[in-house]
């Protein structure tokens, strides 16, 4: 059984350009969320996707967008990079159904460096 | 407010010494969660255990253990005969019910355990 899948592992970028990082659930999960984790710090909610739509939302800027599709699978783009967006990006999955308290299970992560 | 602290930024021990990561958490919610996660030099998170608020019982496993003090908002992790393998950064994490599937997390505690 796999287990959250992200990619790329790393990815190198310079300021103004656009980035998309992708992640796939844990088979039997519907709900995939995205964290943006700086060096030395804990990860921070960009937001959640459940059904294809944008459940919820941390405080980031609209420069960060995301997609989920059918399959479950979800996309997190970012535009207009900046120094500051350099991090890891953590996907995680989570089965919807039963409330909001269901154990999310995070990928690996995705390091992104902006020069 | 609805944060985590983690005032241990770093700790190092000697190998076989028991060890505890402190935690602090703030919500307005009386219905939430609590985590503790594992961040390997990998970076994928491990999730290590949930609480939830109404379930002040003290868990046990293996060599782990958790003290969780709704009085002094406090959910405490303690390793007893700490191993290398121990070495990691620790997050602490909150999900309030009032934010859905959104888990804080803390700034982390970074372990290290010396052979």
Redesign the interface.
Known sequence: DAGVTQSPTHLIKTRGQQVTLRCSPKSGHDTVSWYQQALGQGPQFIFQYYEEEERQRGNFPDRFSGHQFPNYSSELNVNALLLGDSALYLCASSPWGAGAYNEQFFGPGTRLTVL | AQK?TQAQTEISVVEKEDVTLDCVYETRDTTY?LFW?KQPP??????LI?R?SFDEQNEISGRYSWNFQKSTSSFNFTITASQVVDSAVY?C?L?P?S??????????TRLSIRP
């Open positions: 985590v969660y996660y990998s970076g994928e998170l491990v999730f949930r939830n997050f994490a999900s019910y934010s859905a599937s959104k888990i804080i997390f803390g700034s982390g």
